[in-house]
């Protein structure tokens, strides 16, 4: 995700600073490679040697006679973003009037006057954000392109955002965004039938794929909807669904303003006609009268004719060929942009494998899920420059 980037961390005298380590961590497995400047209120908080150590890189802790600023953050500088995690409302407000009296607001500043991209993660008490001139300052910066990382409101305290939601923001914020001002829905996971107020039918899917997808697309500049059955994302907007007939109704519902749907949801295949009370256990024999639910992308395509679709397929027996065969019969069918495919036996791992299918040709991804995810996030770039 942040392979060859270069992340100028700087960090404020927040508590939430010993949260830079874990943060640090993070960037560098994403890829990035990391240099820390911190303000004399920080270094009482967490010492640089823990972010030496996070960073593999000496702590910017002073602006000397070497003007780290300007080799961190000038126009010709090492950094290729600025991540300020977590940012105390003193810091904000002094980013937005340009008061450089700390290293990493005198860093900021050289940033933003040489486009340099900046994060901005702000930490506090919930009363010193809601103060009607740290908000002033938010919105001040945020008008200058600065992407700012919401924190959670918790216990009356304004905490900083996962690292999660940090390290997508920066990788966000650092790269190119082909799917700039593109609506992407992704539909993730699997899909629950109830068989009575207690008992369900679903399948193995663990949703990694299509978050992963979800994530990249993000990533990449677009706006995201997710629906599955799973909690909130930092990278998007989450419509919560159960069943099969939850997911198609609520995945119509929002293609009506999508540029793309990703339809990599596990959906249920079969349904069955819920009983209304817990079916007693211990009968010698049950049985359970299975209905077929509507195919998901069978139903967006009759609405909405034009839309790109990347469909998913999953296959229990045969080879590759099989396989493409497969997919390819599902792509001319639904009239789909391409088709990732691989063996059910990869479900729930962190590792795949698949095949992205296409008119012409068959390619093989092999690795991690978030690798695929940026895979056919980068297909579908390709796909939706070609339409226009």
């Known amino acids: 995700m942040l392979t060859g980037v270069n992340v100028v961390l700087g960090v404020s005298g927040s508590i939430a600073a010993v949260k830079t380590v874990e943060v640090a961590h993070e960037l560098r497995r994403q890829g990035a490679s990391v240099r820390a400047v911190m ?3 920080a270094t009482g908080i967490i010492h640089p040697w823990a972010l030496e150590f996070a960073t593999d890189n000496e702590v910017v802790t002073e602006i000397t006679g070497s003007v780290e600023h300007v080799d961190l953050c000038g126009r010709s500088g090492w950094g290729d973003v600025l991540l300020l995690g977590p940012a105390t409302a003193n810091t904000v407000g002094k980013v937005a009037a340009a008061i450089d009296d700390t290293p990493v607001t005198t860093c900021v500043t050289t940033a933003l006057g040489a486009d340099v991209p900046v994060v901005v993660a702000p930490a506090m008490h919930e009363p010193m954000y809601d103060h009607p001139g740290v908000l002033d300052a938010i919105d001040r910066v945020a008008s200058w392109g600065v992407e700012f990382v919401d924190p959670r409101i918790e216990e009356g305290k304004a905490k900083i955002a996962t690292e999660e939601a940090i390290v997508t923001a920066t990788a966000r914020a650092a790269g190119d965004r082909p799917l700039a001002d593109e609506h992407v829905v992704v539909t993730a996971g699997a899909t629950t039938e109830s068989v009575d107020p207690v008992r369900t039918l679903s ?36 419509e919560r669904v159960e069943s099969a007939a939850e997911m198609t109704a609520a995945t119509r519902r929002v293609a009506d303003s999508a540029d793309a749907l990703i339809s990599a949801a596990a959906i249920s295949d079969y ?118």
């Open 203 to 238: 399948n193995r899917s663990s949703g990694r794929t299509g978050r992963a997808v979800a994530r990249a697309c993000y990533v990449r500049g677009a706006d995201v909807t997710l629906v599955h059955d799973g909690p909130d994302v930092p990278y998007a907007t989450v």
């Open 39 to 41: 303000t004399d209120s």
């Open 271 to 388: 349904t069955v006609e819920q009983a209304p009370e817990k079916i007693k256990s211990g009968q010698a024999e049950l049985t359970l009268t299975l209905e077929p639910t509507p195919k998901l992308i069978d139903t967006v395509r009759a609405d909405h004719p034009d839309l790109p679709i990347v469909g998913f397929k999953v296959e229990t027996e045969g080879d590759d060929e099989t396989l493409v065969e497969r997919a390819r019969e599902i792509r001319e069918r639904a009239g789909l942009a391409f088709v990732v495919a691989n063996d059910a036996s990869v479900m729930g791992d962190d590792e795949t494998r698949a095949l992205l299918v296409d008119a012409d040709a068959a390619t093989e991804y092999v690795g991690e899920k978030q690798g695929l995810g940026a895979r056919v996030a980068n297909e579908l770039g390709d796909h939706l420059s070609s339409r226009d």
